[in-house]
């Protein structure tokens, strides 16, 4: 839980910049929001893969008792084929 309060803290600093580039025209303020943007999405990506991680983790004990395999996909119907050409 400590990453979402680390996010939430990035998101609050950058309103200043927000506010200095789109109210202002201040464009260092502008390289600030792209500077911090960047490190959100870092930050995102981070956390979706903790979070796919413990997912998986908590979820493969049970994974193999619980679930049957999943079905297999029917083969997708072959191409028609084009009509031949008419000849002259």
């Not at 996010?7 to 502008?30: H, I, Q, R, T, W």
């Not at 911090?36 to 997912?55: D, F, P, S, W, Y």
């Amino acid at each position: 839980m400590s990453n979402f309060g680390q996010l939430k803290d990035l998101v609050m600093s950058l309103e200043g910049d927000f506010e200095k580039f789109y109210d202002k025209g201040n464009s260092a303020a502008g390289t600030r929001v792209r500077k911090g943007m960047q490190e959100l999405k870092n930050m995102a990506q981070t956390i979706r893969t903790e979070v796919q991680n413990a997912k998986n983790t908590a979820a493969a004990p049970a994974a193999g008792a619980a679930k049957a395999a999943p079905a297999a996909k029917k083969a997708a119907p072959a191409a028609k084929k084009a009509a031949p050409a008419k000849k002259k």
